[in-house]
């Protein structure tokens, strides 16, 4: 089982980032899939997460109308879309998948390695 993200950079505030997540070794249209995010020093929480079936979505309030998830089953990738990116924003991005889509991080089961994204003008 393996979940590899990408698409992590340097981005000024204001910018744009398209994180990539690609799953192998699992039924990965099965799984709910969800990211979080961990800024040093700081907890690890839940951004966004998606339904397997339905296609239904969750956000974190403070990314509510910057960030969309969308999945491709075909492809077995998850990705995030992250417009007009604050400072706030900077921390190590992880993707994870599970049998439930919430945005807390107990009882997920798979997770990725996590790409950094640094947020900086």
């Known amino acids: 089982v393996q979940l590899q993200a990408s698409g992590g950079g340097l981005v000024q505030p204001g910018g744009s980032l398209r994180l990539s997540c690609v799953a192998s070794?699992?039924?990965?249209?099965?799984?709910?899939v969800g990211w979080f995010r961990q800024a040093p020093g700081k907890d690890r929480e839940g951004i966004s997460c998606?339904?397997?079936?339905?296609?239904?979505?969750y956000y974190r309030d403070s990314v509510k109308g910057r960030f969309t998830i969308s999945r491709d089953n075909a492809k077995g990738t998850v990705y995030l879309q992250m417009n007009s990116l604050k400072v706030d924003d900077t921390a190590v991005y992880l993707c994870?998948?599970?049998?439930?889509?919430?945005?807390?991080?107990?009882?997920?089961?798979?997770w990725g390695q996590g790409t950094q994204v640094t947020v900086s003008s």
């Open positions: 070794g699992f039924n990965f249209d099965q799984y709910a």
């Open positions: 994870a998948a599970g049998r439930r889509p919430v945005l807390q991080s107990d009882g997920w089961i798979y």
């Open positions: 998606m339904s397997n079936r339905e296609g239904v979505t």
